[in-house]
């Protein structure tokens, strides 16, 4: 079970911005919404809040004026809270896998795959990851060599590429996890 003083740490903060983490919402993309929903209508004159599931990293900003960091920390904490009491032992902590441990190799690879999705999601402004332009663009390369050739050819090397990534994320799910527990409790991601 994740520690009371962990649902909400203040990691920084600017007149205009705060970032805070959330122990308890990592991993918890549903979870990790709402709280961001809630942030927002709890101070309208917040222009972006942010909050991110494979790190628990939530980021509020403004333009005009300044934000009290430690108001907007005690907001998040009565929001962690409330998503517990909603979702009890689901949120604030994760279920353990049947599987031994991820490998090293493992665990390099979902972080460079975390942080490869990080830049490609902030550069599209959230709009998109690597899991929604992957298949869009495989597709699309795999209908134009159809138009191209006439014929219906073998796996590509590519569809070959993108099988074993979901493979590997898919059989390794506790490295993924793991990666994303390490990452927020290191501060690596932002």
């Known amino acids: 079970m994740i520690p009371r003083d962990q649902w909400s740490q203040l990691i920084h903060h600017l007149p ?53 960091a430690e108001a907007v920390r005690v907001m998040l904490e009565q929001l962690v809270a409330e998503e517990r009491d909603d979702e009890g032992r689901k949120v604030t902590e994760l279920g353990r896998d049947a599987l031994p441990g991820p490998t090293r ?11 490869i999705n990080g830049d490609v999601r902030g550069a599209l402004d959230h709009r998109a990851d690597l899991g929604t332009l ?47 527990r390490a990452v927020a409790a290191d501060g690596g991601l932002d």
């Open 16 to 68: 205009r911005r705060v970032r805070l983490r959330s122990a308890a919402i990592v991993g918890h993309r549903d979870v990790c919404l709402r709280v961001a929903e809630k942030l927002a209508m709890m101070d309208p004159s917040c222009e972006r809040v942010e909050v991110r599931p494979w790190t628990g990293s939530v980021i509020v900003e403004r333009e005009d004026g300044t934000l009290d």
């Open 105 to 115: 190799v493992a665990k390099a690879v979902a972080h460079a795959f975390a942080e």
């Open 134 to 180: 992957m298949p869009v663009l495989f597709f699309s390369l795999g209908l134009v060599e159809i138009g191209v050739t006439r014929k219906l050819p073998a796996p590509a090397w590519f569809n070959l590429v993108w099988w074993s990534i979901r493979s590997f994320m898919t059989f390794n799910a506790g490295a993924v996890e793991q990666e994303g």
